[in-house]
């Protein structure tokens, strides 16, 4: 199917009122992008950023008149409500795999790959995860999924336990179960990102007695010996009594979507429960290690 966008500059004033408007006639989708150099990193959970300086994409349908929408435009900007405005015809292509052309299959540490599902394997031999994200995160070229990723490579013992907080696409808790992890339990806030990992967990024939998975607000929390949070800064403090109570006295907790300069305040969390190791960085992203204690 072919499409047609509408690329709008304006600013936080307008933007939500342009948006809803738009969706009024007829936008299938509207897209909030920052216009200049100002960073929204961690917006509150359901909050939608806006920048001072605003590109706004609205997707129509190439079949639409948007005659009346561009004169609606033309008069807006003669008032003062955006800079600018431009059409961009878009042909019809399969979106999904066009945004993940760049996926190609990455090794981390000695032994482990994740490999695209149309992708052949490099390495038949090595311990290959078999990946499709569809519509969940997670693909590997993340810096914070990549730090994630080389600490299991060499952490992870046969028959360990192990929980994914927030899943995506499973990468991490199909990385744990290829590398000797015995039971995983994957949670996630988005159903998609379950469906997702269901589908990656058929595709490198894994069974569901080895991984369930849950929203939030149907897993009762288990101890395991490993507790992944690949998330956000704000919410693994947030979250630190619950991630902290499914660690097992001697168990570890690995913990990213970090930014360098949040890392001391997670770490003074953290090592009120866990002897923590010194941050690894990549990128300006952190991975935060601990040892539980008690």
């Known amino acids: 199917m072919a499409w047609i966008e509408l690329h ?13 408007q738009l ?41 639409d008149d948007l005659s009346q929408v561009l004169n609606e435009m033309t008069e ?6 955006l800079q600018d405005f ?8 399969d979106w999904e795999r066009v945004c993940l052309q760049d996926f190609k299959p990455l090794q981390f540490g000695k032994r482990l790959w ?9 390495d038949p031999q090595a311990i290959n995860v078999i990946l499709d994200p569809g519509l969940a995160f997670g693909t590997g070229t993340s810096p914070t999924t990549a730090l994630c990723l080389e600490w299991l490579e060499s952490h ?18 199909l990385a744990a179960l290829k590398l000797g992890a015995e039971k995983v339990f994957a949670v996630d806030y988005d159903p998609q990102a379950l469906d997702a990992t269901k589908l990656n967990s058929e595709r490198n024939q894994i069974t569901p007695k080895q991984i369930e998975t849950f929203l939030p607000d149907d897993f009762t929390p288990q101890k395991v ?12 403090i947030e979250l630190a009594p619950l991630l902290t109570s499914m660690v097992k006295p001697q168990g570890q907790i690995l913990l990213s979507g970090i930014l360098r300069e949040q890392a001391e305040q997670v770490l003074d969390v953290y090592q009120q429960w866990f002897k923590m190791e010194e941050p690894a960085y ?12 008690l």
């Open 114 to 122: 994740i490999c695209p599902s149309w992708e052949t394997p490099p």
């Open 156 to 173: 992870v013992k046969e028959g360990d336990s192990v929980t994914d907080y927030g899943c995506g696409s499973g990468i991490l808790a």
């Open 86 to 93: 431009y059409v961009k015809a878009l042909p019809d292509q």
């Open 8 to 20: 709008i500059t304006t600013t936080a004033e307008h933007a939500d009122t342009l948006g809803d």
């Open 76 to 81: 807006k900007k003669s008032l003062g409500w």
């Open 23 to 63: 969706s009024e006639w007829g936008a299938q989708a509207i897209t909030l992008l920052n216009a200049g150099s100002e960073a929204i990193y961690e917006p509150a959970p359901g909050e939608t950023p806006v920048w001072n300086n605003t590109t706004l994409i609205a997707l129509f349908d190439d079949q």
């Open 282 to 293: 990549k990128d300006e992203w952190t991975r935060l290690v601990g040892l539980r204690l």
């Open 225 to 236: 010996d490993i507790v992944i949070a690949n998330i956000l800064a704000k919410s693994l």
